[in-house]
């Protein structure tokens, strides 16, 4: 058996036990496996242990890896995670099938533009980035301007809004860790029950948050999509701009 099926059963273990202990279904807790400056060889490798949904951070390095495994196209689901700047938007809108980084509409709407060039893709799934440690170094809106964000993304063609995605400041603090997730958590569901019966929040299901160190407490905290690199790849060898 392979490291990297290996560290797959591992990580589903992590993920079922927590649900578990906070009293919810594993299978309502997506695997996201983040694949960033690894080959697609690993991909492969993962995607024959059974995982199917790629996180990636790079535009170039991702469309890359989609076009090589071409082949395995109708099995894999490709998540873009980082963030993205207008000239990229295009290749993104190509290639991939969520975006989980939108932090100011004017990404939103080249997407939703650029999508339709390619309908046999069918509509982009996107979330929008919560800055919620309101850190400076990263990208992201605030927890007070999360709706008003949403509220035009929701209005977009082409584009489905699916909820909210954040990277809390990271923290060895359990409860440091629980605070920043349930912050993001209430925002969520204040969004999702004021706009329960509104166009285009139809499919306002995903909260995108918890990577390796952290798991559980964003399960604990209501995570539907952690997001896991290190624990399934390994450690990472280099660093891509």
């Known amino acids: 058996m392979s490291q990297i099926t290996t560290n797959l059963m591992l990580v589903r273990q992590r993920l079922e036990l927590a649900a578990l202990a906070a009293n919810r279904e594993p299978e309502d807790i997506q695997l996201l496996a983040v694949s960033k400056t690894f080959p697609a060889r690993a991909i492969e490798e993962a995607m024959h242990a059974g995982q199917s949904a790629f996180g990636e951070n790079y535009v170039q390095e991702g469309v890359e890896k989609i076009q090589e495994l071409a082949k395995l196209r109708p099995w894999l ?75 035009s993304v929701a209005k977009l063609p082409n584009i489905i809004l699916r909820g909210l995605m954040a990277i809390p400041e990271p923290s060895s603090d359990i409860a440091q860790q629980r605070a920043a997730f349930a912050a993001v958590r209430e925002c969520f569901l204040g969004i999702k029950v004021k706009h329960s019966n509104d166009i285009g929040y139809e499919f306002f299901d995903t909260l995108s948050m918890g990577m390796s160190d952290d798991l559980e407490s964003a399960i604990a905290e209501g995570s539907t999509m952690v997001r896991i690199g290190s624990a399934i790849f390994g450690k990472r060898n280099k660093i891509k701009t």
């Open 77 to 151: 689901e490709w998540h873009f995670i980082g963030p993205l700047q207008s000239n990229k938007t295009r290749e993104v809108a190509e290639h991939f099938d969520w975006v989980h980084s939108i932090d100011r509409l004017k990404i939103a709407e080249r997407l939703s533009t650029q999508r339709a060039e390619f309908p046999d893709l069918g509509d982009l799934q996107v979330c929008i980035q919560l800055n919620v440690s309101a850190e400076e170094s990263k990208s992201g809106v605030s927890l007070n301007e999360a709706e008003l964000l949403c509220d």
